[in-house]
T-cell receptor, first 115, second 114 residues
């Protein structure tokens, strides 16, 4: 069964500093990988996705993520965070080979921005 | 282009009552997924439906929970005889394709069982 691990429950970053959120997955083949962001009381917004091809993917709001097959990782990065980036971030994996239909989510990383 | 719509946004039910959660997918999307989010947890897949068909309900509790996506109208997640443990946020997502393609989420329904 596939699984997703987000090792950091909370991360605090100063505004303007760089950010990296970690995500590790467990899956036998090449997965579909996603990062979603959730603001308090809101639904999830898709930041970016990886299906195949270039392992560095660009998303919305200045985010990017890099797929590293050897490390089973899909870490999310942003060079300079803004106060509005404070939110919950979820990494998710889907089965590219047509297995399970739903996405498997990590437990999330809560991002706090210090002024 | 309207996004995924869910209603109600907040629902309060007493133990033993029924809860009905509705989801209208994005225009052009015929694939609907329901997820449940417990406090401090990520989302857990419940069920995947296409019009008039349940494709995958592997994440759905065996009792009291049911889902449908009729030919006309929204998808419905129904919880009978609710218990306190059903209190959670329920999210619907839609997709233009099947098999874990990118999914677009609605704002969720927050169910509170008193």
């Amino acid at each position: 069964a596939q699984s997703v691990t987000q090792p950091d429950i909370h991360i605090t970053v100063s505004e303007g500093a760089s950010l990296e959120l970690r995500c590790n997955y467990s899956y036998g083949a090449t997965p579909y990988l996603f990062w979603y962001v959730q603001s308090p009381g809101q639904g999830l917004q898709l930041l970016l996705k990886y299906f195949s091809g270039d392992t560095l993917v660009q998303g919305i709001k200045g985010f990017e993520a890099e797929f590293k097959r050897s490390q089973s990782s899909f870490n999310l990065r942003k060079p300079s965070v803004h106060w509005s980036d404070a939110a919950e971030y979820f990494c998710a994996v889907g089965e590219a080979g047509g297995g399970a239909d739903g996405l498997t989510f990590g437990k999330g990383t809560h991002l706090i921005i210090q002024p | 282009n309207a996004g995924v719509m869910q209603n109600p946004r907040h629902l309060v039910r007493r133990r033993g009552q029924e809860a009905r959660l509705r989801c209208s997918p994005m225009k052009g999307h015929s694939h609907v997924y329901w997820y449940r989010q417990l406090p401090e947890e990520g989302l857990k897949f419940m069920v995947y439906l296409q019009k008039e068909n349940i494709i995958d309900e592997s994440g759905m509790p065996k009792e009291r929970f049911s889902a449908e996506f009729p030919k006309e109208g929204p998808s419905i997640l129904r919880i009978q005889q609710v218990v306190r443990g059903d209190s959670a946020a329920y999210f619907c997502a839609s997709s233009p394709r099947s098999r874990a393609y990118e999914q677009y989420f609605g704002p969720g329904t927050r169910l509170t069982v008193t």
